[in-house]
């Protein structure tokens, strides 16, 4: 059975504070691991894709890494729109998503 | 682009009670999902289709059914309504399953 773990549950920073957030899995044949944000009262928003270990994606303050237990989302100088859920999933014979992190970003 | 568009957003239902809910994607997707997200428990697969006419059962079928008669559309069915399936349902789709699925914005379901 595919599995995704994140933590923390929760983080709080303050602005400019890097962090990273962590998704460990366990998963059969992995396809692809995404990473979404997620805003209160929305639905998850498509931030990256990794397919390999070693593969890295960056977006504004915000870098994706990929190894083959686990995977890090980076974040660099975090503003308070950074603020938000951020939730890893992992593709093996279907989307398993993990918990997700809520990150608050004080200014 | 509308995207994936969700209706209705909110609803309250009593026990026994039967609804659908609908999901409607604008971009030729070929799979599209439906999720339950609670708190706690994460986004868990109730059931995706693989194209029209296909469905198949997700992580927590039980309760639920689900029809695909036109690609571009996705029906989530709760034929007795129970408090368990009290939750935020989102409708997803993806051209493929390795793709980025792309969410609506929910349906907040009540059910008293």
């Known amino acids: 059975e595919d599995q995704v773990t994140q933590s923390p549950e929760a983080l709080r920073l303050q602005e400019g504070e890097s962090s990273s957030l962590n998704c460990s899995y366990t998963v059969s044949g992995l396809r692809g691991l995404f990473w979404y944000r997620q805003d209160p009262g929305k639905g998850p928003e498509f931030l990256f894709t990794l397919y390999s270990a070693g593969e890295e994606k960056e977006k504004e303050r915000l870098k994706a890494t990929l190894t083959k237990k686990e995977s890090f989302l980076h974040i660099t100088a975090p503003k308070p729109e950074d603020s938000a859920t951020y939730l890893c999933?992992?593709?093996?014979?279907?989307?398993?998503f993990g918990g997700g992190t809520r990150l608050m970003v004080k200014p | 682009n509308a995207g994936v568009t969700q209706t209705p957003k909110f609803r309250v239902l009593k026990t026994g009670q039967s609804m659908t809910l609908l999901c409607a994607q604008d971009m030729n997707h070929e799979y599209m999902y439906w999720y339950r997200q609670d708190p706690g428990m994460g986004l868990r697969l109730i059931h995706y289709s693989v194209g029209e006419g296909t469905t198949a059962k997700g992580e927590v079928p039980d309760g639920y059914n689900v029809s695909r008669l036109k690609k571009q559309n996705f029906l989530l069915g709760l034929e007795s309504a129970a408090p368990s399936q009290t939750s935020v349902y989102f409708c997803?789709?993806?051209?493929?399953?390795?793709?980025?699925?792309?969410f609506g914005d929910g349906t907040r379901l009540s059910i008293l």
């Open positions: 999933a992992v593709t093996g014979n279907m989307l398993t």
């Open positions: 997803a789709s993806s051209y493929y399953l390795n793709q980025p699925q792309h």
